[in-house]
Structures are given as structure tokens and as C-alpha cells.
């Protein structure tokens, strides 16, 4: 008897959209949730989904910080990989001025990151297509910024990932990461995490093998920073307000991102917290360049 292989799609389509066929989808809980809020949902504010379309820590700030360094300019064209609901696409298109496209396998996001540009205004500097980051169906070439938050700890073949980089890059275009590695401390991991629910689905690479990647893929680095602390000080603050609202349940507050990884998101932010703090996971930010192979 053969073991059923692996499928990496359907596994990330269920950790963050819900197994499928379970209940409503994605988007009508969140089209709803919007309702219960006193919003329309066809029509939103960027502050209104800030809760639902920021996965990653140290929210907006974190994606201005990244997006600073590695100087997104007016035009540029960007690619957002492992773009999620969309919020750093739309980040990028309305303050920096990118026409950005945001890559996701989980197709429910996609769903959801298109819904969010068409109520915020943004559809026309943004799109978004679902395809594994390994095989991203745009021309060699034809981006000047490649731009990856909080994705590739989800990815298990991070080579092939930076290859289809190299190709889909001008030459001499950038790399821009906000990355979750792996620290010093290898005990396990608290679980779950934002990012999975098991150690066999997290694939953490430490910041020394990530780098060697990056090298063995072609690219050179600019500027790589450790923000660990910022972003354990972020955390820790989100966890203290989480614990309030879960006893104040006040109701009307916009969408959070329990919606989107469930009720243990609490749970997953206080993990997350204790593994930056015990060393177990590091946050790293930097800028590439493409170099040649
Ligand atoms: C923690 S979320 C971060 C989303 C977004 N970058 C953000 O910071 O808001 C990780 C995202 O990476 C996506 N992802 C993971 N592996 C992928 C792959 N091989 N190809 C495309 N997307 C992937 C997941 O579906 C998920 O949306």
C-alpha cells in the first residue's frame, strides 16, 4: 500500500482557509463579520482590514521598515510571494506607488486579497494569482522586486523557490525579505504557531542556511538585519491585548485574525511570543541583489 504523497497546496489551503467543504468559506465569514461591524463590504477602508490583511509581525510598520530599506520606488514593478490576503500589495501600490502582484497557493486568500483591492480602491495597482511560489506563470524578466514576508518557513523547497526568482527578476533587480528563521535553541518548537500546527509543516531554515541559499541561488546581499527584538516587543504587546479583548468582548471591533486562523489564534500568538523569546526563532529583514549564477 502506497502513503498518499504529500500535497503542499491542499495542506496550506487547510491550515489557513479551513479544510475545504467545512462550513462557509473565507470570504463570507469575512463579508459577514465586515456586516457585523457596520461595514459595508464592498467598500473599506486600509485601516478597516488591518486585522485580516496583515500576517505578519510588526504589521504595517514592519512592511514601511522593509519597504524603506529596500527603497520600492514609483512604477516598479513587484512581486509579492506568498502574498496572503494582500495587505503588503496594497501597502506597496498605495504609499510607494508599485504595481504589484501578489502570488499565493491558498486560494481562498487570493479570493480574499482581490475582494479587499476592488473595496479599498486598489484593484487597478494590484492583482493577484494563485500559484505555487516555485512556478509563478509570468514572463523571465519581467519584476524589479521580488517581495516575501513571513512565507518561506511554509515553503519545504526553498531552492527551487529562489530559481524561480532569478528568472522572474530584471538583472540586478532585488530581493526584499521579512523572514521567520530558525535560532539557536533547537528544542521544539511551542505549537501551534501562526504558521503551522505541527513540526513536521514548519520549515524554519536558520539565517546561516537561508543565506547559503540565496548565494548558491545567485543573489548578494545588500543590507541583512536582525529585528528579532522589535518584533518579540510587538508580540508580546498584541498577546497582553488579545488576553483583554478575549474577556471584554466588546463586539464591534473590525475583523481580527482569529478569522482567518481560527479561535487557538490567541494560543498561536503566545507561542509565537515564547519562541522568539526562548530563542527558538529569529525574525531577519534584508535586501538582494540579483547577481549572476
Ligand atoms: C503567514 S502567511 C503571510 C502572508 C503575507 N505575506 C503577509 O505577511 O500578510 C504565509 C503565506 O504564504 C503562502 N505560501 C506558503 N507556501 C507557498 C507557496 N509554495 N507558494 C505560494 N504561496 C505560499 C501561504 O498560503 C500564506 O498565505
Given at each position: 500500500m502506497s502513503a498518499e504523497p504529500y500535497d503542499l497546496g491542499r495542506h496550506l489551503n487547510d491550515h489557513y482557509?479551513?479544510?475545504?467543504?467545512?462550513?462557509?468559506?473565507l470570504l463570507a465569514r469575512l463579508h459577514e463579520a465586515f456586516r457585523a461591524a457596520g461595514r459595508e463590504p464592498d467598500r473599506l477602508s486600509l485601516d478597516d482590514i488591518a486585522g485580516i490583511d496583515?500576517?505578519?509581525?510588526?504589521g504595517r510598520t514592519a512592511s514601511r521598515s522593509l519597504a524603506t530599506l529596500g527603497t520600492v520606488a514609483p512604477g516598479e514593478r513587484v512581486l509579492d510571494v506568498g502574498?496572503?490576503?494582500?495587505g503588503a500589495s496594497r501597502l506597496l501600490a498605495d504609499e510607494y506607488g508599485a504595481e504589484v502582484t501578489g502570488v499565493d497557493i491558498t486560494r481562498d486568500f487570493v479570493a480574499v486579497a482581490s475582494w479587499l483591492s476592488a473595496a479599498t480602491g486598489l484593484a487597478e495597482r494590484t492583482r493577484f494569482l494563485c500559484a505555487d511560489a516555485a512556478a509563478v506563470p509570468l514572463a523571465a524578466g519581467s519584476v524589479e522586486v521580488v517581495w516575501c514576508q513571513h512565507?518561506?518557513?511554509?515553503?519545504?523547497a526553498v531552492p527551487r523557490v529562489l530559481a524561480e526568482w532569478h528568472r522572474l527578476l530584471v538583472p540586478g533587480g532585488r530581493v526584499l525579505l521579512h523572514e521567520v528563521v530558525a535560532g539557536?535553541?533547537?528544542?521544539?518548537?511551542?505549537?501551534?504557531v501562526p504558521w503551522a500546527r505541527s513540526a513536521a509543516t514548519s520549515h524554519l531554515r536558520s539565517r546561516e542556511a537561508l543565506e547559503r541559499c540565496l548565494a548558491l541561488a545567485g543573489f548578494v546581499p545588500e543590507t541583512v538585519r536582525d529585528v528579532t527584538q522589535a518584533a518579540l516587543a510587538w508580540r508580546q504587546t498584541r498577546s497582553e491585548h488579545e488576553s483583554i479583548a478575549a474577556v471584554s468582548a466588546?463586539?464591534?471591533s473590525m475583523p481580527g485574525p482569529a478569522l482567518i486562523f481560527g479561535d487557538d489564534f490567541p494560543l498561536m500568538g503566545r507561542n509565537l511570543r515564547d519562541n522568539l523569546a526562548a530563542d527558538k526563532v529569529r525574525i531577519l529583514e534584508g535586501v538582494w541583489r540579483r547577481g549572476n549564477r
Open positions: 482557509a479551513g479544510p475545504a467543504g467545512q462550513g462557509e468559506g496583515q500576517l505578519h509581525l510588526g502574498c496572503g490576503t494582500g512565507a518561506l518557513m511554509n515553503m519545504p539557536d535553541n533547537r528544542e521544539p518548537l511551542a505549537l501551534p466588546a463586539g464591534q
